[in-house]
């Protein structure tokens, strides 16, 4: 037994708890990152190797500090994401639903998008990504083609079907003409 202490192998109650960071500091520098919902801070401290236990203190500490708040994080979330990431409504009721938020608090959120900033968004998306000149949309093959990979693009971006329409509709008319 003491050959096996002195070789380094020391019986597991003895052995220091951890190395590296504690979750507190963890905490801190996810969220100094950026802002985290309460159950995606719990997932990631939870696959860096903390306990249930370690967890469950440093989110209470997180809460007494009001470091996390998913209202808030919802809200700051769709602000970002709608205006840098030109997310659409499906899309960042997704985003959030990923992230463990409140349905009532992603509905919430969603509401403080204006339907025309966000037509806006989408009718720029859209010009940007339409590759086919004036000459081209003449012929009604193209224009269906066109239709479908602006459609497409848009859908996979969370924009509404009828925003959609509506848009892609109104893009390859103003290229047209």
């Given amino acids: 037994m003491a050959e096996e202490i002195a070789g380094g192998d020391q ?3 003895s052995r220091p708890a951890r190395s590296g960071p504690s979750a507190w500091d ?13 159950h995606e801070m719990r ?8 306990t249930d236990d370690e967890v469950s203190k440093t989110i209470s500490r997180l809460d007494e500090g009001n ?6 994080f919802a809200h700051e979330w769709v602000k970002s994401r709608h205006a840098h990431s ?11 639903r990923s992230k463990g938020v409140d349905d009532e608090i992603v509905a919430d959120a969603l509401e ?35 239709f479908r990979r602006l459609s497409g693009a848009l859908g996979r971006r969370g924009y509404p079907p009828d925003v959609i329409s509506s848009v ?7 290229r047209r003409e």
């Fill in 26 to 38: 963890a905490a801190l520098r996810l969220l100094g990152a950026r802002a985290r919902s309460r």
């Fill in 168 to 174: 892609v509709k109104d893009v390859i008319a103003a």
């Fill in 112 to 146: 403080t998008i204006d339907p025309d900033a966000e037509r806006d968004i989408a009718y720029a998306l859209a010009e940007k990504k339409l590759t086919f000149d004036a000459a081209d949309l003449a012929d009604p093959n193209i224009r269906a083609k066109a």
């Fill in 67 to 72: 470091l996390l708040d998913d209202t808030e």
């Fill in 86 to 96: 030109a997310r659409g409504r499906h899309a960042l009721r997704r985003e959030l």
């Fill in 43 to 50: 997932e990631r401290l939870v696959a860096r190797g903390f």
């Fill in 11 to 13: 019986p597991r109650e």
